[in-house]
């Protein structure tokens, strides 16, 4: 059976910095292209970031271009996105997903296998 674990979500005033990370088991790491969501309270799921088998191609919300990173280690099984310059409208529960098509605005479709979210609070 597939499964997503993310971490490091904590609260942080604004301006400062977060890493997060999804370890995944049950597939082949590299097959599959990995993003990150966010959910905020009465808003739906946004991407975020999405990232190519090998990691060579890198998308970015319009909303974190700049500010976030997105990286991973195949060898690893790990998933990471670096956070920085938060602000409070980052606050959201972040989760991880895997195998699906990576787009361009925060377009990410189709993907299968989800973790159980981590909590990011960013205050002011």
């Known amino acids: 059976q597939v499964q997503m674990a993310e971490s490091g979500g904590a609260s942080v005033q604004a301006g400062e910095s977060l890493r997060l990370s999804c370890t995944a088991s049950g597939l082949t790491f590299d097959d599959h292209t990995m993003a990150w969501f966010r959910q905020a309270p009465g808003n739906g799921r946004e991407g975020v970031s999405c990232i190519s088998w090998s990691g060579a191609y890198t998308y970015y919300a319009d909303s974190v271009e700049g500010r976030f990173t997105i990286s991973r280690d195949n060898d690893k099984n790990t998933l990471w996105l670096q956070m920085d310059n938060l602000q409070p409208e980052d606050t959201a529960m972040y989760y991880c997903?895997?195998?699906?098509?990576?787009?361009?605005?925060?377009?990410?479709?189709?993907?299968?296998?989800w973790g159980q979210g981590t909590q990011v609070t960013v205050t002011s």
């Open positions: 997903a895997a195998n699906g098509v990576c787009g361009d605005s925060g377009h990410y479709t189709y993907f299968d296998y």
